[in-house]
């Protein structure tokens, strides 16, 4: 069973339930590392929890949702072990499994649907890194 960490300031918290559950459905293991309401929240609170324990190979994946998905995905860029992608489609989704082997999906929630979200989901957990030339990148990346 894979096991998800979760993460969400205010403005990503309205998806991060209904998320929750679709991975709980699917067979995933879930952490939720909050935050636990709708009440104004720091977005970096969330996100580094969330990329410590994918760095920490304590979990195989992680999601981050936020209003514009910019601020959790700043933050969990942070972490060296972290590769973490903007995504509001299925395509980037994909992609960022595919060619950049992208351990964190981050979500903008103010811009896209909930559906869009768990569909972004759903490919970015079951699709493949490529390899080959994309590790050659991939490995170029930390400083």
Known sequence: MKKIAIGSD???FPY???????????????KDFGTY??????????????????????FDKGILLC?????VCI??????????????DLPL???ARQHNDANVICI????????TAIASVEAFLNTEFE????????????C
């Open 10 to 12: 205010h403005a990503g």
């Open 16 to 30: 991060k339930e209904p998320i929750t559950t679709w991975l709980t459905n699917n067979g995933y293991e879930v």
């Open 37 to 58: 309401s709708a009440d104004s929240a720091d977005y970096a609170d969330f996100a580094h929890p969330v990329a410590s324990g994918v760095e920490n190979k304590e």
């Open 67 to 71: 209003g514009s998905g910019q601020g």
């Open 75 to 88: 933050t969990a860029n942070k972490h060296q072990g972290i590769r973490a992608a903007l995504v509001w």
């Open 93 to 95: 989704a994909a992609l």
């Open 108 to 115: 903008p929630v103010r811009f896209i649907t909930l559906e």
């Open 131 to 142: 390899g080959g030339r994309h590790q050659l990148r991939v490995d170029k990346i930390a």
